[in-house]
């Protein structure tokens, strides 16, 4: 019987293993997560786990029974040792040998850690597991003042949660505006003004320049020279491909394992996917952090794996959740694009980017509907009027409805 084993707990690894499995039914499919548990999904992390809605564990990735539901082998502080490519033998840490005749690897990304505050300092967190959500939860339940690093998705989130708690939350960000790399400014003001309304301290353009422990406290002196004192610090300044393993055997690696269009590694019993690959995007080369590319992308390399030949084609996108505000994006970055603004009243927000009479980029602030259907204008290419997107009286399903019929 063919082995197919997922290295990676992530949704890239399991819904590899899920796709594998409905693509070679005869298979066996093994998942090694590093993890103690079933797969979760993780976005909930740094909002409903940290404000006590939900548990990690209330959403398992592959449903209510888990990998084993679906056929799939689940084994839990499984992690990988090496990797002998010609025998396809792997190692696990605890000495256990396993071959296989395809390989997935899912190793995700790790979090990009700041010198001055290394993981595992005391008062400092890094988001990333259940376990850092658990420990952070705890935290906050007995904190005065929070130090975020970070104004990207996951630093915002957190302040967004602490501040529903009632913490006093600072922010600081080296770039000049929050979100600068996802965001458009138009949406990124709006977010800007959510979070200041609700007391969050917003300090741009400056980071850490030293850190000093004491007794009940933890102080960052920042480059503008200002003294803050926290009495817990999060840190959410981005994540690095886990592609240390793959080097190590001798994949082709370029900050991230790459592969082709399929999914294929340098060696052609290897498959990979989501955070940690660099794949073709329609401009070269481009590495993805987000869970809809860890999804899509995982199941294409999962078929692949199984003896499918599926390409993977991707229109990115990404999304958060802070206070009342559903923020999202869609679509391809492009230069010398026209950026169209939809007005909208209330906390609700909207623009469009247009280049050769086509839409290639949308992004918007709880329009849900409106991006699905921009995501589908954009995958069938449909000419569209830029005034029309402009137009607040012209729904874009009705405009996708009269292209397609």
């Not at 990124?188 to 850190?211: I, K, M, Q, T, Y």
Request: proline share 6%; charged share 20%; net charge neutral.
């Amino acid at each position: 019987m063919t082995r197919i084993i997922i290295i990676g707990g992530g949704p890239a690894g399991t819904f590899a293993a899920l796709a594998a499995k409905k693509q070679n039914p005869d298979a066996g499919v093994v998942l090694l997560t590093e993890e103690p548990c079933e797969p979760y999904e993780k976005p909930p992390l740094s909002k409903g786990v940290l404000v006590g809605k939900v548990r990690a564990a209330d959403a398992p990735i592959a449903g209510p029974g888990g990998l084993a539901a679906h056929g799939v082998a689940l084994e839990c502080g499984a992690r990988c040792r090496t990797i002998d490519r010609t025998s396809h033998t792997l190692t696990l840490e605890d000495g256990r040998r396993m071959t296989y005749g395809a390989l997935v690897m899912a190793t995700g990304a790790v979090v990009r850690e700041l010198p001055h505050l290394p993981a595992g300092m005391p008062r400092v967190h890094y988001l990333r597991t259940e376990a850092d959500a658990q420990y952070l939860t705890s935290t906050l339940a007995g904190t005065r003042r929070l130090l975020v690093v970070g104004a990207g998705l996951i630093g915002l989130e957190v302040a967004a949660s602490a501040a529903e708690l009632g913490v006093p939350t600072t922010v600081l960000e080296l770039a000049p505006r929050i979100l600068a790399r996802v965001c458009h400014e138009e949406i990124s003001s709006l977010v800007e003004s959510a979070h200041r309304s609700r007391g969050v301290d917003l300090r741009l353009g400056c980071a850490v320049a030293s850190v000093a422990e004491g007794d009940k406290t933890i102080e960052v002196v920042t480059t503008n020279e200002d003294r803050l004192a926290a009495d817990a610090i999060v840190v959410g300044t981005g994540a690095k491909p886990n592609d240390r393993l793959a080097a190590d055997i001798g994949l082709a690696v370029d900050e991230g394992i790459v592969v082709d269009e399929y999914c294929r590694t340098s060696d052609p019993a290897i498959f990979a996917a989501g955070d940690v690959t660099r794949f073709p995007g329609p401009h070269g080369p481009v590495r993805l952090e987000n869970w809809r590319h860890a999804l899509d992308q995982g199941a294409v390399a999962g078929r692949n794996a199984a003896g499918g030949r599926d390409a993977y084609r991707t229109i990115p996108s990404f999304w958060s959740e802070q206070y009342d505000l559903y923020i999202q994006g869609v679509g391809w970055p492009a230069a010398e694009a026209q950026r169209v603004n939809r007005p909208l009243p209330g906390n609700a927000a909207l623009t469009f980017d247009v280049r050769d009479g086509r839409l290639v980029g949308a992004m918007g602030i709880n329009v849900q509907k409106d991006l699905a259907a921009a995501r589908r204008l954009i995958e069938r290419q449909v000419p569209v009027d830029p005034a029309a997107l402009a137009d607040p009286s012209q729904p874009l399903a009705a405009m996708l409805k009269r292209a397609t019929g």
